[in-house]
């Protein structure tokens, strides 16, 4: 599933990061890569961004690059 | 003085580490600003003097990684590759350890000396996190300094580390990453050597791993060969792993990072909710985050306002005067009042600066210190994705409103050029406080408040619907947000001076010397007495199609220096300040419609023109003047029909 469908507060994994290599790369160096554990803060209306916890920090991430991060519920 | 008695340092680290406190706290006054060579990123230098030594700090740009993805990354690795500072200083925000820890890998790639200052070590406490110095430092083989940088605690540490390390010469360890990286590391580090580059050979091994394309086409000048072992490797290591090889270091740094932080870190569990967490969620929910939002601007907005116009009017009646002195003093010849037009530009500058613009910053920055423009950023992303640009955006059109000379200025936190420049376009079409004097001062004085402040929702609806068609007529991929979320803390007093001097500085230095200029010509173009040819050939704009007096002209061209000229000088032509004998209503909401869009003023055209070339300044001009004035007209004709 991708990261956009879990649910406010829950707990998944990271299993792949769709998009180009700039892109992997940039999440990749703020410690979004397969296998990390990504907690969904909370999200803003009409497909806003979504903030999340991940290496312990918050991070805020656009709506459409959520949707390229797919995850494993926890 | 003896060579051995000069240090330079460089510090770096990730944006909200406090970088710039350290460095403010570091070089005070001895600060010099620039640019680096042909970059619009600035470049901030300083000098401390201690204990007799001289020690030089660059302040590096604020990133997170060393790969090419923007300027600033290539920027910093250059600088610490080709100049050889004697130390980097890995500014750390202790509370995000493990995500800085990433970059702090990359920096010791780079085997360069490095020397950690955990800083915010206090705001870590208070979160319960305490970090082991001693083991962190084994494992990562540099020295650690704790370090509070916003009360200015541990700094001279660093610097006594400095002085200590510089003698001893520390044999720094690269990280040591997973066996079959390391083995691919190894195979290329053979090939790679004693090749002519000025990057260590394990460090460019990394980097073609990593599909860094200058690197690449710097070894490809000198040893092509390289590159095919380099994607046999490459091949090997994604058949592996499933992913692309550089995901497949990158995954390597921050599971090292990760191991580091989890044998250094001890969280205490079973804290309670702080009051901040609290205040996280409030000013980040879906409702109640925007409620918020609408009272702390509008608060800010009215605060300023208020205090500006009170502010203003006392330095008005200490002004006042000023210009019979000088005619006393000088007398009335056309050189004494083209001296005077000088003095009187300046005095305006002051009159907009202290009352509106300083305070304006104060606030600013109190809110950014805080923590909370990154949750404006997060609230309105989704409305600038609208405009092809994403929530940090906003940042820059609330500074604009305050003055949009820095408001462009700011544009720079945004990543492509396609973006920096809708938003500084967008930017210019924010109604700064010189615009807000015209609009208050006109309109909410004589027409009524709501008028006035429907002319702000009215601005504000334009700027969304230019921003749509620019983002439509500018083709390229909008760039998604990617930001971190600071936690909120204290502001620290320093930390505001220094930024709103940096803020106010950047309209002294660019706006008032042109504004002085321009003041003083179009002062003499006045005083050779071409102004009634001017306001008449203008007059078919101003008279027949705005249904103006056709000396607004004029007006309007003295606007282009400063704004709120165009009330100061509608005043002084028809000789008096109740606008309401000389001005219909309708005229005044036109005039000030006109007065908001019709072109950026001189100041902010010099931005426009030094960071984006003379041709894109100018097109920007004429467009803005053109659809100013249409639809001034067009106001003007709905108007008819209301009033």
Redo the contacts between chains.
């Keep these: 599933m991708s990261l956009t469908d879990i649910k406010d507060g829950q707990t998944g994994i990271i299993v792949s990061v769709l998009g180009g290599k700039a892109l992997t790369k940039r999440l990749a160096d703020l410690g979004l890569t397969p296998g990390t554990e990504i907690t969904v803060l909370g999200r803003m209306l009409f497909s806003g961004p979504i903030q999340i916890e991940v290496c312990g920090s918050r991070l805020v991430l656009g709506k459409g690059l959520a949707s390229k991060i797919t995850v494993e519920l926890k | 003085m003896t060579d051995d008695k000069k240090i330079n340092i460089v510090l770096a680290g990730q944006g909200n580490a406090g970088k710039s406190t350290v460095f403010n706290y570091l070089t005070g006054l001895h600060q010099h600003i620039g640019n680096w060579a042909g970059k619009t990123i600035e470049k901030r230098e300083g000098t401390l003097f201690y204990n007799g030594y001289t020690v030089d700090v660059l302040d590096l740009p604020g990133i997170?990684?060393f790969?090419t993805?923007s300027v600033e990354e290539v920027i910093s690795r250059e600088y610490i590759i080709q100049q050889k500072p004697d130390f980097v200083i890995n500014v750390i925000d202790t509370?995000?350890?493990?995500?800085n820890l990433?970059?702090t890998l990359q920096l010791l790639e780079l085997e360069c000396p490095i020397i950690l200052a955990l800083n915010m070590v206090d705001l870590a406490n208070k979160k319960g996190i305490t970090i082991d110095q001693k083991k962190l430092q084994n494992l990562l083989h540099a020295p650690v300094v704790l370090t509070v940088a916003s009360r200015g605690s541990g700094l001279t540490d660093i610097i006594d580390k400095v002085i200590d390390l510089r003698k001893e010469k520390i044999i720094y360890k690269t990280p040591e990453y997973g066996k079959e990286i390391e083995t691919c590391i190894a195979q290329l580090s053979l090939l790679l050597k004693g090749i002519d580059l000025p990057y260590p050979e394990r460090w460019i091994a990394i980097k073609l791993l990593?599909?860094d394309r200058d690197i690449i086409s710097l070894v490809n000048g000198k040893r092509p060969e390289v590159l095919e072992k380099t994607k046999q490797l490459s091949e090997s290591l994604e058949e592996i792993h499933g992913?692309?090889s550089?995901?497949v270091i990158?995954?390597e740094?921050?599971?090292l990072?990760?191991r580091i932080?989890r044998e250094t870190v001890k969280i205490t569990p079973g804290r309670k909710i702080s009051l901040n967490d609290r205040l996280?969620?409030i000013t980040?929910?879906?409702f109640l985050?925007y409620l918020v939002m609408i009272f702390i601007l509008g608060g800010m907005f009215l605060g300023v306002f208020s205090f500006g116009n009170w502010f203003s009017d006392r330095l008005d009646s200490i002004f006042q005067s000023w210009h019979a002195y000088w005619n006393n003093i000088a007398g009335t010849s056309f050189a004494a009042a083209l001296g005077w037009s000088a003095i009187e530009s300046t005095l305006a500058l002051v009159q907009i600066a202290l009352p509106y613009i300083l305070p304006f910053y104060v606030f600013l920055y109190i809110l950014e210190d805080w923590g909370y423009i990154?949750r404006i950023?997060?609230?309105m992303?989704?409305l600038m994705?609208k405009m092809g640009i994403?929530?940090k955006g906003c940042i820059s059109f609330i500074i604009g409103f305050g003055c949009n000379v820095p408001g462009c200025l700011s544009c720079r936190i945004m990543e492509s050029k396609r973006e920096r420049f809708i938003t500084a376009v967008l930017v210019t079409l924010v109604p700064c406080s010189a615009v807000s004097v015209i609009v208050f001062g006109l309109v909410g004085k004589y027409v009524g408040l709501l008028w006035a402040l429907g002319l702000y929702v009215f601005a504000i609806i334009l700027i969304f619907i230019i921003g749509k068609i620019s983002s439509k007529l500018l083709l390229g991929e909008p760039v998604?947000?990617?930001?971190?979320?600071?936690?909120y803390k204290t502001p620290q007093l320093k930390t505001i001076i220094y930024q709103t001097w940096d803020a106010l500085k950047e309209f002294i230095f660019i706006a008032a010397p042109l504004v002085i200029i321009s003041g003083v010509l179009i002062q003499a173009i006045n005083l050779a007495g071409w102004m009634p040819a001017i306001s008449s050939v203008l007059s078919p704009v101003t008279v027949t199609w705005l249904g103006l007096p056709a000396i607004t002209g004029i007006l309007l061209i003295f606007g282009i220096l400063r704004k709120e000229l165009i009330l100061v000088m509608l005043a002084a032509y028809l000789g008096t300040t109740n606008f309401s004998d000389v001005l219909t209503s309708q005229q005044m909401i036109t005039l000030a419609v006109v007065s908001m869009f019709y072109v950026p003023c001189i100041a902010t055209i010099s931005v426009l023109w030094r960071d984006y070339g003379w041709k894109k300044a100018m097109i920007i001009c004429v467009l803005e003047i053109l659809f100013a004035i249409i639809l001034a007209g067009l106001v003007k004709r709905i108007l008819d029909f209301i009033f």
């Design positions: 997170y990684s790969t993805y509370t995000n350890l493990e995500r990433i970059f990593e599909k992913h692309d550089s995901i990158a995954d740094r921050s599971l990072a990760s932080t996280a969620a980040t929910h879906k985050g990154a950023s997060f609230l992303d989704n994705h994403h929530g998604e947000l990617i930001m971190p979320m600071p936690d």
